[in-house]
């Protein structure tokens, strides 16, 4: 059977959105059929000026009602927040315009322990439509959880997992840096984290996606943060630091069971620590996977958006789903028409 090639709209031109848009241009040009944003000053311009390619006479445009979607199956890449009741309304409407849709939101990669009810109302409204919806990237989305559930594969045995992620936040972009506090008083970091203000957002919903993809039953998850403090001066691209101040932060979740099985996933996002990935599983034997350099979070979240899109749309399951109901997650070749 063959298959055209995917067709995607790209929602939400951030850092993240104009990384997607880039690399499902340079992948095929032909892909893109819609480019969707709010900001005055990116509605109009040619796509091709957002990305550093020539022209492509495909201007970005202020709603999904301006995208023609006379094609079969059409995908939105949706990158613009990490809050699940913030983004539904925009998944909603991408729907209602026939899109499935591959979203960057954090807290959308495994929604159904921590947000139940609006879960279910996003399940039974792409099934209605007979479309699917995903919330996937690099952490989560992978490193800390979809390669975690793979790899247990080797094992005939699991009770613990570990996951180390170490990454040189000096190296990422500035929201980002903005997010895990770098430059502030450590008084107001721990404030803020006291109102779950501030961190990472989607380290608790890792722990679940292993759980759930392991068939474990958790019967306590347990979140810690804390600062992590520069110890000189040092200028990243969002401000000075000098010692004393944030520099980034430490983030743990723990998952137990009531027979004894734990999931630790631990990640220090600050200036200037070597980057790592380290996945650890203790079985009836212990394996251990190591990154060195880890991966770098954008290039590969858009990346890794893309091919699920493309995942997706072969498979044509409707509801919303997780990295764990798509099969195995690859990175499909699409030509012109290619074979699915």
Same mark, same amino acid.
């Given at each position: ?22 690399? #499902? ?31 492509? &006479? ?28 913030? @983004? ?65 594969? @080797? ?43 501030? &961190?990472?957002? &989607? ?44 520099? &980034? ?64 749309? #072969? ?26």
């Amino acid at each position: 059977m063959t298959k055209q090639y995917s067709k995607f709209s790209v929602f939400g031109l951030g850092p993240i959105g104009i990384e997607i848009l880039r690399s #499902a241009y340079q992948t095929n040009p032909h892909s893109i059929i819609g480019v969707i944003d709010i900001d005055p000053e990116k509605i109009g311009n040619d796509i091709g000026l957002l990305i550093n390619e020539k022209q492509t &006479g495909l201007n970005v445009v202020s709603s999904i009602q301006e995208v023609k979607t006379n094609t079969d199956h059409p995908v939105a890449l949706h990158a613009t927040g990490s809050n699940l009741q913030q @983004v539904w309304p925009q998944i909603k409407e991408l729907l209602d315009h026939g899109f499935s849709v591959v979203s960057t939101c954090e807290q959308l990669s495994f929604s159904w322990d921590r947000y139940p009810e609006i879960a279910k109302e996003i399940d039974d409204y792409a099934k209605a439509k007979r479309l699917s919806v995903i919330g996937t990237g690099i952490n989560p989305g992978f490193i800390m959880d979809t390669l975690v559930i793979c790899f247990s594969t @080797v094992l005939t045995t699991v009770n613990k997992i570990i996951v180390n992620r170490r990454v040189d936040v000096s190296k990422r972009r500035i929201p980002l840096q903005k997010k895990v506090g770098i430059g502030m008083p450590k008084e107001e970091f721990e404030s803020l984290a006291e109102q779950n203000k501030i &961190g990472h957002v &989607g380290l608790e919903e890792s722990v679940r996606l292993i759980a759930y993809g392991l068939n474990w039953n958790l019967t306590s998850v347990k979140n810690t943060i804390e600062p992590t403090i520069a110890g000189e001066n040092i200028t990243v691209p969002l401000t000075s630091l000098k010692p004393g101040d944030v520099n &980034g932060l430490h983030q743990v979740s723990k998952g137990k069971t009531s027979n004894g099985r734990e999931i630790c996933l631990d990640l220090t996002m600050s200036v200037g620590i070597n980057q790592e990935d380290e996945i650890i599983i203790e079985g009836n034997e212990t394996q251990r996977l190591i990154i060195p350099n880890g991966i770098f979070g954008d290039t590969a979240t858009a990346a890794m958006v893309i091919n699920t899109a493309k995942q997706i749309d #072969a498979i044509r399951k409707p509801g919303l789903l997780t990295m764990t109901d798509i099969g195995l997650p690859r990175n499909i070749y699409q030509s012109e028409f290619a074979r699915i």
